[in-house]
């Protein structure tokens, strides 16, 4: 049994992988530090493939993965002693005239500025299109407390982006 | 019917359904405002799908992709005891008889592959246990029992990285020992001393005797943390006391 599913996690997580890797990069930002997260987050994912259950969908439980990972790392770049680096995205910014490269920069830089718990509403639900009782089980909180943080980054994102609410009217 | 900010936004998202569902649909047709709503929130995820769906059509780097091609337990130089263990526990806990002696072999066999490899190249201070854990002796189970996370001796041959109460309630810490190549790992507290459920090798990174962060652990470690950790590690004077109790 245990050979099977981690078989199962292991395929299932090739699968994946492409949407691991957009939504580490809604959290973290730079590519270089999205595919760290990603890393670290796989080999959790293995090395607890047995807790997985069927049933229980494989997204959103590496989904909690990449977000555990993710908050472990936060803290202990709050310690000072940061595993990433994130030189060489920083260097890039800007760097392009074209069209596409400035709304990638503004919309990264926008998300780059919500607080965490509303960034990873955001990534979960905007960008990974996840139903809200997923994303707040993958977030541990209650739907209430999903959706007024959803709602929140929204509205700091559309402030931030030029298409706030005071300019539909 | 009045639709609230929360609704809109729940439609938006195909959050809604049946008549919820309906009502805003039929708002949309009869008022601008609640169109323009909706429009807006379809923006927004115009736009973050234009900067974050790329992702998912560029090439996946290697080392991310090999990972899942790898067999997890002896990849690279990590020995993971726990992993070759749980695969050789994949056996029906009830055997018919004629399978004992196959499973028992392979038992041995995998025991003394990792440890004999392990011990005759590099490593006098782990040892295998009766039951098959690997198990620290001398400096390094010194170092467990007297080194603090909180306080650590500029010079030891061990330094522990984070102390923690683990999900069965006993003492796990983090150490690195340093050798020709450090040797990182996860120690916890048993009966039978200090078992160590992962060790690694590690890339020398500082080489000036500082502390390592969690965070400078091999993966590996760090997932085995993850998974016995139970709430916060110890801060100086719990970890401190657990030491003057002897680790219980």
Redesign the interface.
Known sequence: ???NS?TTV?DG??EL???L??FA??LAGSAHDA?DL???A???A???A??WRPGERLDSWVFGIVR?AWI??QR?RQ?G?A?FTSEEDGLNVGQSPMEGQL??MS??TAMARLPEEQRLA?AL???E?L??KEAANIMAVPIGTL?SR??RG?EA??VL?G?G?AM?R | MKISEEMLMAYADGQLSGTDHDAVEAAMRTDPEVAAAVARQQRLRARLAEVFDPVLSEPVPDRLSALLHAEPSIRDDVIDLDAARSRRAVAPTRLRSWQWPAAMAASLVLGVLLSQAWLSRTEPALVMGADGALLARGELADGLDRQLASAPTTGSIVTVGLSFRSKSNGICRTFVLHRSADVAGLACRTNAGWSLPVVAAMAKAHGDGMQPAASDMPAAVLAEVDARIEGDPLDAQTERSARDSGWH
């Open positions: 049994m245990a050979e981690t292991r997580l090739g992988l492409p949407r890797r957009r990069r809604t595919d990603t890393q670290i796989l080999e959790r293995l090395a607890r047995e807790q555990n472990d790392e202990s310690r002693r595993l709304i990638r919309v990264q955001v639900v905007l960008v299109g139903p809200y959706t959803l709602a929204r994102l559309q982006l298409d609410e539909q």
